[in-house]
């Protein structure tokens, strides 16, 4: 499951993503101290339809225990490996396997990039400026794994920021 996906234009602070978490609860992101560089927001996970609150008008859907967020191309949307950009949600973690949580890649050329997948319960993160180059070469992507394994059915807020700088930290 996923639930209060949200898509930002800028790397955000640690006390920006403390906001976000509020304490474990949801939070009305409309209201966030750094609202204007939000993309695009995504309720979810209350069993309802919703058109998206923020800046891109995109549809999210909620079918019981698949929510998924549905996105055409946008051109807000196109992040390239020297652009900020944050993605914050909060996911429920169960059977091991490959799902991804946010995956946003151009459909030709390069297929430049990103995206946030869990991988047998390891969060792992990618930015891309050409996924068709070999990956030994270390300008075309950078890919970043987690340390936590969490396969164990309960709620975890994750946020992945990236400050444009073309390294992973």
């Known amino acids: 499951n996923v639930t209060e996906a949200s898509i930002w234009d800028a790397e955000l602070s640690l006390a920006e993503v403390q906001e976000i978490y509020n304490s474990g609860a949801p939070t009305n992101l409309a209201t966030h101290s750094a ?4 993309v695009s927001w995504w309720r979810l996970g209350d069993g309802a339809h919703r ?17 998924f967020v549905e996105l055409s191309h946008h051109s807000q949307l196109d992040q390239d490996h020297d652009d900020e950009w944050s993605f914050s949600t909060w996911f429920k973690s169960g059977a091991s396997g490959y799902r991804g949580l946010y995956i946003k890649r151009e459909g030709t050329g390069g297929y ?11 969060v792992q993160g990618y930015v891309v400026s050409n996924w068709a180059l070999d990956p030994a070469i270390t300008d075309a992507s950078i890919f970043k794994v987690g340390n936590t394994v969490l396969v164990d059915d309960n709620w975890h807020h994750l946020v992945m920021t990236y400050d444009g700088s073309g390294a992973a930290a």
């Open 35 to 38: 609202h204007s560089d939000l």
């Open 51 to 67: 058109q998206d609150t923020a800046k891109l008008g995109e549809k999210a859907l909620d079918y019981g225990t698949s929510d």
């Open 112 to 122: 430049k990039g990103n995206a946030v997948f869990l991988a047998d319960g390891i």
